[in-house]
T-cell receptor, first 112, second 114 residues
Framework: AQSVTQLDSHVSVSEGTPVLLRCNYS??????LFWYVQHPNKGLQLLLK??????LVKGINGFEAEFKKSETSFHLTKPSAHMSDAAEYFC??????????FGTGTKLQVIP | EAQVTQNPRYLITVTGKKLTVTCSQN?????MSWYRQDPGLGLRQIYY???????DKGDVPEGYKVSRKEKRNFPLILESPSPNQTSLYFC?????????????FGQGTRLTVV
């Protein structure tokens, strides 16, 4: 069995300040983990993925995430928020042959 | 361009009137799936298909049907839609290699059942 918990349904940051979106997972095997972004009225776009190589994963648009097995976490970070980052973000476990499970999403608001 | 195409993008229908949402991918992916997205619930998997003629239920399959007669197409069928099926639907495809193969998503179909 596997599950994903996104710890915040809404996060609000000021433009230019750091972003932290938290994700915890549980999986009975070595997980594949992803972050997707969904802009309003758009589909889902892959930000980054972890597949048991480097634990610090760099994605598009300056985002990165660190896989911490001891904490079962895969938090998404960005050093400096931009207005265009305002969107909903989904943490996902699974992929390929594995069942895919989505978190419930975190809406990021960026304040000018 | 690699893409997953869903049609229609928006659909309003009445209770009980059969409808089909089409999904097509041009990446020769084996794995395709359907999700519904509802506020506060994230995306929940409806059905998935590992390859042609191989389909299986996801987490919320009730009231839906699918078929996979060709590799590229994976239509979602609502035989008798009900208002609780009002939702945003996404089709996705991925190559079935090892874990870590990301899914590519369509643009979504917003369905309203009145």
């Amino acid at each position: 069995a596997q599950s994903v918990t996104q710890l915040d349904s809404h996060v609000s940051v000021s433009e230019g300040t750091p972003v932290l979106l938290r994700c915890n997972y549980s999986s009975s095997y070595s997980p594949s983990l992803f972050w997707y972004v969904q802009h309003p009225n758009k589909g889902l776009q892959l930000l980054l993925k972890y597949t048991s190589a480097a634990t610090l994963v760099k994605g598009i648009n300056g985002f990165e995430a660190e896989f911490k097995k001891s904490e079962t976490s895969f938090h998404l970070t960005k050093p400096s928020a931009h207005m265009s980052d305002a969107a909903e973000y989904f943490c996902v476990v699974g992929g390929g042959y594995q069942k895919v499970t989505f978190g419930t999403g975190t809406k990021l608001q960026v304040i000018p | 361009e690699a893409q997953v195409t869903q049609n229609p993008r928006y659909l309003i229908t009445v209770t009980g009137k059969k409808l089909t949402v089409t999904c097509s991918q041009n990446m020769n992916h084996e794995y395709m799936s359907w999700y519904r997205q509802d506020p506060g619930l994230g995306l929940r998997q409806i059905y998935y298909s590992m390859n042609v003629e191989v389909t299986d239920k996801g987490d919320v399959p009730e009231g839906y049907k699918v078929s996979r007669k060709e590799k590229r197409n994976f239509p979602l069928i609502l035989e008798s839609p009900s208002p609780n099926q009002t939702s945003l639907y996404f089709c996705a495809s991925s190559a079935v290699l090892t874990g870590g193969t990301e899914a590519f998503f369509g643009q979504g179909t917003r369905l309203t059942v009145v």
